[in-house]
């Protein structure tokens, strides 16, 4: 069992970073992947970063080169810092935990945070 917290979210203008952390329990942190999701309001929840328990990683189009997916295995948390943030990056950002066989969607996770809002002004 892992129980996951995220926290970092906030109001930025455009052009702004923030910098998400999640928080995981469990002794076991270190072997699961981790990934990032978003929930914008009326839309479906999506895929923005991965990153395996080995360390590989993979974004969505939209945010790479902009966001970039680690994790420090000693602190049991992994982060999600986003820069050059864009209106359309606003959204509730959703950490996960799991297997990762299907990183992409979020049907492939196994645990899941409360979530946290991140809003971009123009």
């Known amino acids: 069992q892992v129980q996951l917290g995220e926290s970092g979210g906030g109001l930025v203008q455009a052009g702004d970073s923030l910098r998400l952390s999640c928080a995981a329990s469990?002794?076991?942190?270190?072997?699961?992947?981790m990934g990032w999701f978003r929930q914008a309001p009326g839309k479906e929840r999506e895929f923005v970063a991965f990153?395996?328990?080995?360390?590989?990683?993979d974004y969505t189009d939209s945010v790479k080169g902009r966001f970039t997916i680690s994790r420090d295995n000693a602190k049991n948390t992994m982060y999600l810092q986003m820069n050059s943030l864009k209106p359309e990056d606003t959204a509730v950002y959703y950490c996960?935990?799991?297997?990762?066989?299907?990183?992409?969607?979020?049907?492939?996770?196994?645990?899941w945070g409360q979530g946290t809002q991140v809003t971009v002004s123009s």
């Open positions: 996960a935990a799991g297997q990762g066989s299907l990183w992409r969607t979020p049907e492939g996770w196994d645990y």
């Open positions: 469990g002794r076991t942190f270190s072997y699961y992947s």
């Open positions: 990153i395996s328990w080995r360390g590989g990683t």
